[in-house]
């Protein structure tokens, strides 16, 4: 299984529009993160977690030539609101992609995006999505998935595991304010976890550095990468004070698990 960080940003990106910071003005290309969404890959299967503002560009940037489906963690603009962009893929393979997300996300898409879902659609070269409602563990192509429901402030977000033959490979744990013990179950030994941690400072929807290094030191993933980072934290700068096999992960970052 492969897993490509398409993007580690927060949903400002950094750097940040009018922001004359350290980290915004940094020459470090690991400073430059845009927003949030990590592609998986599997005996040739390609599943795109999230749609942020910045697909075009990371798809581009990855040389993402197809995609098989598209996964929704939850309905925040910077992991939703680059789904039109897809029509590429669906003029390109000649058909719909199926799109999975809880109930509530899909009823968002319907409402943003009511072209991309009617049967037929309005006129070609649209993008065009059938829609499937993720209840519990699913099965995607080759890839397994446990998802756990995590706090996101007042809002929730899916937690993903996805597993193959030997048993859970990786998590990926992205805008959540907290990891209850159902979720935490699922990381114990885990070879990778991807998890939230926007900054020092407390926030009420985002794990900080120190909430998230909690939930790694409570479950021992054998390698955590930080992910949804803000600019205040300098990449080199930060990675130099983890704790061994914990690290912020950075765009174009390709992970085999
Ligand atoms: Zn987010
Ligand atoms: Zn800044
Ligand atoms: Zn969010």
């Given at each position: 299984m492969r897993v490509t960080f398409l993007g580690t940003g927060t949903?400002?990106?950094?750097?940040?529009?009018?922001c004359g910071c350290a980290v915004c003005r940094?020459?470090?290309?690991?400073?430059r993160r845009l927003r949030p969404s990590i592609l998986v890959e599997r005996e040739g299967f390609v599943l795109l977690v999230d749609t942020t503002p910045d697909l075009r560009e990371q798809c581009l940037r990855a040389n993402?030539?197809?995609?098989?489906a598209v996964l929704l963690t939850h309905e925040h603009n910077d992991h939703?609101?680059?789904?039109?962009?897809?029509r590429r893929f669906c003029v390109l393979q000649d058909g719909r992609l199926p799109l999975y997300g809880r109930g509530e996300v899909l009823q968002c898409v319907e409402r943003i995006f009511p072209y991309a879902v009617?049967?037929?659609?309005?006129?070609?070269g649209l993008p065009e999505f059938d829609l499937h409602e993720v209840v519990g563990p699913l099965v995607i192509g080759p890839l397994r998935l446990t998802p756990h429901l995590l706090p996101h402030g007042a809002a929730e977000v899916l937690g993903l595991v996805f597993s193959d033959e030997r048993g859970p490979r990786f998590a990926y744990y992205t805008d959540c304010s907290a990891v209850p013990p159902v979720a935490r179950e699922?990381?114990?030994?885990?070879?990778?976890l991807i998890l939230d941690a926007l900054r020092h400072r407390p926030h009420p929807s985002h794990l900080t550095i120190e909430q998230a290094l909690e939930v790694a030191r409570d479950t021992r993933p054998e390698r955590v990468l930080f992910t949804h980072?803000?600019?205040?934290?300098d990449h080199a700068a930060t990675n130099a004070k983890l704790?061994?096999?914990?690290r912020l992960a950075h765009d174009g970052l390709i992970v085999e698990v």
């Open positions: 949903s400002h990106g950094v750097p940040m529009i009018a940094s020459a470090d290309p690991r400073n993402v030539q197809r995609l098989d939703l609101i680059g789904l039109d962009e897809l009617r049967r037929p659609p309005p006129y070609k699922s990381l114990r030994g885990i070879p990778l980072i803000c600019h205040e934290l704790p061994e096999g914990v």
